[in-house]
């Protein structure tokens, strides 16, 4: 599975990004699609996930309201609809994808196998 994401940049607080992931190598349906992101000097943090069948979404406590993720079956793309960002949204963000992961474990890095490389978001205050 290859991943490629795209869409970061510099925005002010209260302003809007959306970010893509777009895969190939293996069926998207099959696929969980996640984003993490990751702050100077902090660990990476889940952000975001959706997966594939069934069609469940999730998100962390700290951008629900504000962030959307969705995908689109054409085009092999997740997207990361980001709305209201604030300074402390700030980081590399990464999307992941992985294979018949179980709903308690969608939330975690490690059951993620495939990652795209980071694209930065800068928020200005």
């Known amino acids: 599975v290859q991943l490629q994401a795209s869409g970061g940049g510099l925005v002010q607080a209260g302003g809007s990004l959306r970010l893509s992931c777009a895969a190939s190598?293996?069926?998207?349906?099959?696929?969980?699609v996640g984003w993490f992101r990751q702050a100077p000097g902090k660990e990476r943090e889940f952000v975001a996930t959706?997966?594939?069948?069934?069609?469940?979404?999730a998100y962390a406590d700290s951008v629900k309201g504000r962030f959307t993720i969705s995908r689109d079956k054409a085009k092999n793309t997740v997207y990361l609809q980001m709305a209201s960002l604030k300074p402390e949204d700030t980081a590399l963000y990464y999307c992941?994808?992985?294979?018949?992961?179980?709903?308690?474990?969608?939330?975690?890095?490690?059951?993620?196998?495939?990652w795209g490389q980071g694209t930065q978001v800068t928020v200005s205050s």
């Open positions: 959706t997966r594939g069948r069934g069609g469940v979404t």
């Open positions: 992941a994808a992985g294979l018949r992961l179980i709903l308690s474990s969608i939330r975690s890095s490690t059951s993620y196998d495939y």
């Open positions: 190598g293996r069926t998207f349906s099959d696929l969980t």
